[in-house]
Structures are given as C-alpha cells and as structure tokens.
C-alpha cells in the first residue's frame, strides 16, 4: 500500500510540476518579448526628506503591462525573470530608461533629485556589471552622484559580488540595503559591505503604533544606521502618525503612500514641478525671515 501511495503521490507532483513548469514557460515567454513589445513600463516613487521639506529622490519600479493580464506586479516576475537570466536585459532596460528619465528632468528643470535602482543579486553575478553602469551614465549623461542602486541582503553574495559593490561605489553611485532587517545576518552585512544607506522594511513600519517589537525594531535599526554612519529611509509609511514616529526617532526620509504613490513619469513631472515651487516659497520664507 505504501508502495502504491507513494507512487501515486509521485504521478501527482509529477503532474503538478508539470503544469508549473508550462505556465512557468509560457510566462517567461511571454516575459522575454514582454521587452521588445514596449510592455514593460517604469514608475516612480518620491522619496521626501522631512527636515528639507522637499523630493529629494524617486525609486524606479518596473510594472509589466500584459495585453491580457492587466498590470503584473513586479514581485511575480522579477524571480521569474531572476530565474530565466532575462533580469540581466531587464534590469540594464530599467537603468537605462530611468538614467534618462532623471537627465530630462534635471535638464528641465535644475533639479538635483537622485534616482534609486533595484538591483538583482543575480546582476552582480554578471561580470560586465560595472562596464555596462559606466556605459549608460555616460550615454545618459546622469551624474554618477545622483544615482543609487539598492540591493538586498543576499547569502549568494560572495567577495567577487562584494568586489562588484566597491567598483560601483568607486564610479561615484551609491548603494542602499533593500528591505533592511528582513534577512538573516543584517549586521556582517554592514561591517563587510560598502553600503551608504539602510531602507527600513515596511514590515516594521507598518506596525510601529500596534507593536512594541516594531517600535523597538525601528529604534534600534534607527541606531544601527546612526553608528554605522549611514544614512537611512523608511519605505511603507502610510500615515501621518508612523511619520512622525520615525521623524521623532530620528528617521528623516520617508518613502510611502502617505507622501506619494509610485506614478508614471508624466505625474512625476507634475509633482517635482510642485515640489521645486514649495521648496522656492519655502527658501524666499527662510531667507526672508533671515
Ligand atoms: P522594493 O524595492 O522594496 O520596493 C518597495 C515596494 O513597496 C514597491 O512595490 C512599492 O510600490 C511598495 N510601496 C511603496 N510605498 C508603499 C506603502 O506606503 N505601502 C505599501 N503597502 N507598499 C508601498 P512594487 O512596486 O510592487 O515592487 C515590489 C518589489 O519588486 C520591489 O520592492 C523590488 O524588490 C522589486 N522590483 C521592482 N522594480 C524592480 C526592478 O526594476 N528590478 C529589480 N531587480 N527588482 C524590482
Ligand atoms: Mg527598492
Ligand atoms: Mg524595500
Ligand atoms: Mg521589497
């Protein structure tokens, strides 16, 4: 009996496996053209420094927009995309589209926001890496300053990745710790990685006025960043009072719904054009008072 129960179980996860791996296929194909049929879209996200009062960057999202499907998030592709090597042209298709996106905007309006880029663990297994980031800041003619790459803690990071990090430091662009917190061994991480920013995870966030583990959580990743000497932004923050909590505890960026939704690059325009008259009105105030 156990025989023929395990056989059968085996012809059912045989089956399984199988339709997985069809509509796994299928997507991925659809995937891979996905870049040549002009689906994949980007949008932006602001970035407010609270002390400021102003934008003072925007983090790239990738959206795909199926014919059939509808917008697909990008949490369901991109492992997808990880796993079928095609995050490589996807993810150089992201930085150079938004690289480009961030020169118009500085050029039109003076501007001087940065860009944030997600970075897949498996782009820094690809050896041309840096040649290609140097390529498309010179092509783009984005400063090197104004860019940031966020990565996340990863246990497939090896010293050649490590490597990769400081060569893209050495260009000038900095790097951020994605969803900080959420993995195991955050704090090796900081001592053995040129890191220059650490990004809340919105877990903790979520939960600062509920849970006293989430307020502990955020003080003390808050403190983390402040020995480090890093700077630090919470992603996730949905209302006035989780922003004032991290603003008090000394979190002065914030990313979140409660400022600005991720938006197509037609809204962003709009947005960082309102944002550069309120931080005029805002300095003509200050140097009037002054
Ligand atoms: P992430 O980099 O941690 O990005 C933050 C995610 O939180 C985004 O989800 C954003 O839309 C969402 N978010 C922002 N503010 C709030 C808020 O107040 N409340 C809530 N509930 N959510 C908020 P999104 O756009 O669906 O992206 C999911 C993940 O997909 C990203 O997480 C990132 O890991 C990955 N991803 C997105 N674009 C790219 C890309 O171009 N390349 C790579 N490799 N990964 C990407
Ligand atoms: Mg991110
Ligand atoms: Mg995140
Ligand atoms: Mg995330």
């Not at 809204?267 to 003509?284: G, H, I, N």
Request: glycine share 6%; aromatic share 8%; charged share 25%.
């Amino acid at each position: 009996i156990a025989k023929k129960e395990s056989s059968g179980s085996y012809i059912f996860f045989n089956r399984q496996m199988e339709s997985n791996t069809l509509s796994k296929l299928e997507m991925g194909n659809h995937l891979r053209q996905a870049m040549t049929r002009n689906e994949l879209e980007i949008v932006y996200q602001p970035q407010v420094d609270c002390e400021q009062g102003r934008i003072v960057g925007v983090e790239a999202l990738l959206r795909w927009k199926h014919p059939t499907k509808g917008y697909i998030s990008p949490a369901e592709f991109i492992p997808l995309a990880e796993e079928m090597g095609l995050i490589i042209p996807i993810g150089e298709w992201v930085l150079r589209s938004a690289c480009a996106q961030m020169e118009a905007w500085h050029k039109q309006m003076g501007i001087s926001v940065a860009l944030s880029v997600n970075l897949s663990v498996r782009q820094l297994h690809d050896e041309r890496l840096v040649d290609k980031v140097r390529l498309i800041l010179e092509e783009t003619g984005l400063e090197p300053r104004f860019l940031e790459m966020e990565i996340t803690e990863n246990v497939a990071m090896k010293d050649e990745q490590l490597d990769v990090l400081r060569e893209l430091r050495s260009l000038g662009i900095a790097i951020s710790v994605d969803d900080f917190g959420t993995k195991y061994s955050s704090l090796s991480y900081l001592k053995r990685f040129p890191v220059t920013k650490i990004k809340l995870d919105q877990s903790f966030v979520r939960g600062v006025h509920t849970d006293a583990k989430d307020r502990a959580m955020v003080k003390a990743i808050i403190s983390v960043a402040n020995y480090f000497q890093l700077n630090i932004i919470a992603e996730g923050v949905e209302t006035e009072e989780q922003a004032s909590f991290l603003v008090e505890n000394g979190c002065k960026q914030i990313q979140g719904y409660y400022f600005y939704r991720p938006m197509f690059a037609e809204d962003m325009l709009l947005v960082l054009r309102q944002s550069l008259r309120s931080k005029l009105a805002f300095m003509e105030v200050a140097a009037a008072e002054g």
